[in-house]
């Protein structure tokens, strides 16, 4: 038998016909939508928040900042009381890693009685134990030590015999016959208004979820349960008000301690809610 032709009848033409319309439809509909797709692929621009977020998270945990110090802010002498403060309470405060705890008197008696005045003085300046060179300040002088290490003693009532260019409580006795300087209108407006703007962080409203999500910024300095390092300060055993405090101080642009240049750039951008969460956060950190 020969091959015989395929007919195909009148309906069968029509089904076929109006089968490859819809396949051509449906073609030229995807060609349609995957060109769309590639053209807003190529024109769309993240929007201000995405890029906020993205430069938030990108960010560097610090800045060196580097340039002429202010003629007004380097003639300006800190107190002991303001070292001590900035530089030493983390641990002495909190006796952390050892540190004698200011006001225990036994504990510096017995120190100053074993070592000497002198002793103190050196084991201060040069470091010992978890104790960092001048306490991690490289910046103060042998005399600023000495200062404040007589400031200490002075907390803990030990007497001593150090005599330095002040009282050791940092008030520099005024010279015969001058008259002390009144605080001018300026110092105190600035009191006020730092004292005004630590009030109005509310820290009993503070969120120690979100505040932990705003530490990971301070994990490397500071350490995950705010035990510190050698050169940067523990956190744990802080109360709130305390860490609100300094926060609010470093996003003034105040000058606090010698992390300074660290720290400010980083508070800069803090809002009040922000750091009454992050004050909440690490007050729960148990020394």
């Known amino acids: 038998m020969g091959n015989q032709p395929i007919k195909i009848d009148t309906g069968n033409k029509v089904l076929l016909f109006i089968a490859s319309l819809a396949l051509l439809a449906t073609v030229l509909f995807l060609v349609s939508q995957l060109a769309t ?25 610090g800045q060196v900042v580097s340039g002429q110090v202010d003629a007004v802010e380097e003639a300006a002498d800190l107190s002991p009381g303001d070292i001590y403060s900035n530089v030493c309470a983390a641990c002495h405060d909190s006796g952390a890693s050892g540190a004698p705890i200011t006001d225990d008197t036994d504990e510096w008696s017995n120190r100053l ?5 002198e002793g103190l003085f050196e084991n201060s300046i040069s470091g010992i134990g ?30 001593h015999d150090y005599e330095g260019s002040g009282d050791s409580n940092g008030n520099d006795e005024a010279a015969e016959g001058e008259e002390p300087v009144a605080t001018t209108e300026t110092g105190e407006a600035a009191a006020e208004e730092e004292a005004e703007a630590v009030a109005a962080i509310a820290v009993d409203e503070g969120d120690a979820e979100r505040g932990q999500s705003r530490y990971n910024t301070c994990v490397a300095c500071h350490g995950a ?10 956190l744990a055993g802080r109360d709130a008000e305390y860490i609100a405090d300094k926060l609010v101080r ?38």
């Open 37 to 61: 797709w590639l053209a807003g692929m190529q024109v769309s621009q993240p929007d201000t928040v995405s890029e906020e977020r993205i430069a938030q998270r990108i960010a560097p945990i």
């Open 113 to 117: 009685n074993d070592k000497g005045l």
């Open 130 to 159: 978890a104790m960092p060179a001048r306490g991690g300040d490289s910046s103060l002088t042998d005399e600023q030590v000495q200062e404040v290490v007589a400031y200490m003693l002075d907390q803990a009532g030990v007497d």
């Open 225 to 234: 349960q705010g035990q510190g390092t050698p050169v940067f300060p523990a």
């Open 250 to 287: 470093y996003r003034a642009g105040e000058t606090v301690g010698d992390q300074t240049a660290l720290m400010a750039p980083n508070a800069a951008n803090l809002s009040d809610q922000d750091i009454a969460d992050l004050a909440v956060y690490v007050a729960s950190f148990e020394d």
